[in-house]
């Protein structure tokens, strides 16, 4: 298995509505990773996960909450959405957090629509 | 801040067309990653280079590293309607403040017309 699955691949929340995103890899990588990116721009780090420890953090809102139930589930809790949190939301994973001469794999996305 | 400068931004070429892409950083990288995007999907990765002065090859694709680490190139040869998409580069660190973390270029948009 060499893929990373995140599910759903479409979402439509209310600014009131609680809401998770999963995403699963099966490669035995030990770092995962949560990006958001908007159209036509470059993914933006939000949060790292290193041997199921939260690593990094980059000063994302606390309406995301991310989760690492263990070394193959990483899931982003959302709650209280502000419409320009609107986008795709990208689950990626690698062997190690120093990404040195690994690359990374990501899933498909999220797509994340705050009405 | 690590900073990497991809252009250009945009590029509209004709099949069987080559192209180079451009990604420069005052900064040195552990190593640099090339991924490819389509619209609704997350980015594959290509090839990442490692030594400096490094040079890969992908079929029609050729990476190169530069021999300071700071720098990489993308050509492509005989574009084909299948190559078009969005090219991201990324630089990664091994350790100190930024572990863990790809540093993106601001992507280049590749449409290749019939």
């Known amino acids: 298995d060499t893929e990373v699955t995140q599910t759903p691949k479409h979402l439509v929340m209310g600014m009131t509505n609680k809401k998770s995103l999963k995403c699963e890899q099966h490669?035995?990588?030990?770092?995962m990773y949560w990006y958001k990116q908007k159209a036509k721009k470059p993914p933006e780090l939000m949060f790292v996960?290193?041997?199921?420890?939260?690593?990094i953090n980059e000063s994302v809102p606390s309406r995301f909450s991310p989760e690492c139930p263990n070394s193959s589930l990483l899931n982003l809790h959302l709650h209280a959405l502000q419409p320009e949190d609107s986008a795709l939301y990208l689950c990626?994973?690698?062997?190690?957090?120093?990404?040195?001469?690994?690359?990374?794999?990501f899933g498909s996305g999220t797509r994340l629509t705050v009405v | 801040t690590q900073l990497l400068e991809q252009s250009p931004q945009f590029l509209s070429i004709q099949e069987g067309e080559n192209l180079t892409v451009y990604c420069n950083s005052s900064?040195?990288?552990?190593?640099l990653q090339w991924y490819r995007q389509e619209p609704g999907e997350g980015p594959v990765l290509l090839v990442t280079?490692?030594?400096?002065?490094e040079v890969k090859k992908l079929k029609r694709l050729t990476f190169q590293f530069g021999d300071a680490r700071k720098d990489s190139s993308l050509h492509i040869t005989a574009a084909q309607t299948g190559d078009t998409g969005l090219y991201l580069c990324?630089?990664?660190?091994?350790?100190?403040?930024?572990?863990?973390?790809?540093?993106f270029g601001q992507g280049t948009i590749l449409t290749v017309h019939p």
């Open positions: 990626a994973s690698s062997p190690a957090a120093s990404g040195s001469n690994y690359g990374y794999t």
């Open positions: 490669m035995g990588h030990r770092a």
């Open positions: 996960y290193s041997y199921e420890k939260l690593s």
């Open positions: 900064s040195v990288f552990s190593s």
């Open positions: 280079v490692v030594t400096g002065g």
């Open positions: 990324a630089g990664a660190n091994a350790g100190g403040t930024s572990y863990g973390k790809l540093t």
